[in-house]
């Protein structure tokens, strides 16, 4: 296969806006606003992170205000679709699990050398817009990073809580030139024990092999963790649904997603993951299946232009 693709137009290289420390070192309140209070919405901590908490029939979610990140979902009965590592690193350090949200650039894709992995809105203080609950008691909630001065992008989240999880990124060009960006939702799964994890969805695409230099290679089945035990692989044009099977926690988690051409699946693996300070010896219990636009599938904004990116998260018994 031919060596690593690369998108046809150059991505946009961002730059730091001059007050971005200020913004990483913010104090944090997951504050409800008059307009958003309503049943089933709380504001307090998940794991000492402030947080917005939710509460409907049928699951509870817990989402930072730092990162806007999503750290729990917990479909009643059942356990946490997501794992958060006991060993997260605090502000203004990303936290280590739930679903990152990495924009506007995946990695240090296009970027300079200083600027942050995983884009700029994972260490921000995050806004919540608006909250409605739907007639059956699912939660949507309606979120924001901060305006970053020079971005000629602005972002916005939906998410919806249900039966099901729903996360959309919406992202505009406000600018007056094309833009090109990555982004992700780096979703970090829990699971029982990733050495017994497969994953479906995947047959016959091509990865990207940032274990090997970021060659292209052709999935042949399902995925599985290699027995030398590490994967950071990009499959590019592929569409999902995606499935991982769990025997361990004796349930799947289906993937589908909408205006996604990237899937990124990533575990750093037990030898790796002892050089990692906040992964160590919880390596097994996670693994990281992204929904994305990266690589060759990076989107190009034209003025004015708004761009989707969503993905529906369902639990079910093992199959
Ligand atoms: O340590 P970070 O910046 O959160 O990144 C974690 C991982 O995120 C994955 O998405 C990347 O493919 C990996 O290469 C990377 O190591």
């Not at 280590?96 to 894709?109: A, E, L």
């Not at 970027?111 to 939660?139: C, F, I, N, Y």
Request: hydrophobic share 35%; with cysteine; glycine share 12%.
């Amino acid at each position: 296969l031919p060596a690593a693709e690369t998108p046809t137009t150059p991505l946009t290289a961002f730059h730091l806006p001059d007050d971005y420390a200020k913004l990483t070192d913010a104090p944090l309140q997951a504050s409800l606003d008059p307009g958003v209070r309503m049943a089933g919405l709380s504001s307090g901590e998940f794991h000492g992170f402030p947080a917005w908490l939710v509460e409907t029939p049928y699951a509870t979610a817990a989402i930072s205000v730092f990162g806007g990140q999503l750290l729990s979902f917990v479909p009643k009965g059942g356990q946490d679709v997501l794992w958060l590592s006991p060993l997260t690193k605090r502000q203004p350090e990303p936290i280590r699990g739930g679903t990152p949200v990495c924009w506007p650039y995946f990695g240090k894709m296009g970027q300079a050398k200083g600027m942050p992995s995983h884009g700029l809105v994972r260490t921000l203080p995050w806004h919540l817009r608006e909250a409605r609950r739907e007639a059956d008691g699912s939660v949507v909630l309606q979120l924001a990073p901060p305006t970053l001065a020079g971005l000629p992008l602005r972002l916005g989240m939906m998410l919806r809580i249900g039966r099901t999880l729903t996360q959309t990124l919406v992202t505009e060009n406000t600018g007056s030139q094309p833009v090109v960006f990555t982004e992700a939702l780096h979703n970090y799964f829990r699971v029982g024990d990733v050495r017994q994890v497969s994953v479906s969805g995947l047959d016959g695409l091509t990865y990207l092999d940032k274990k090997d230099e970021g060659r292209a290679h052709r999935q042949h089945g399902d995925w599985q963790l290699l027995p030398d035990g590490h994967s950071d692989r990009i499959y590019t044009h592929a569409t999902g649904p995606y499935v991982l099977h769990d025997p361990g926690l004796g349930r799947h988690i289906r993937i589908t997603t909408r205006g996604s051409r990237s899937a990124v699946v990533w575990n750093a693996g037990e030898k790796a993951a002892r050089g990692i300070d906040d992964i160590g010896a919880g390596w097994s219990h996670y693994l990281a299946v992204e929904t994305a636009n990266v690589a060759p599938d990076a989107i190009e904004l034209q003025p004015g232009e708004r761009h989707e990116l969503q993905q529906l998260i369902e639990v079910g018994g093992l199959k």
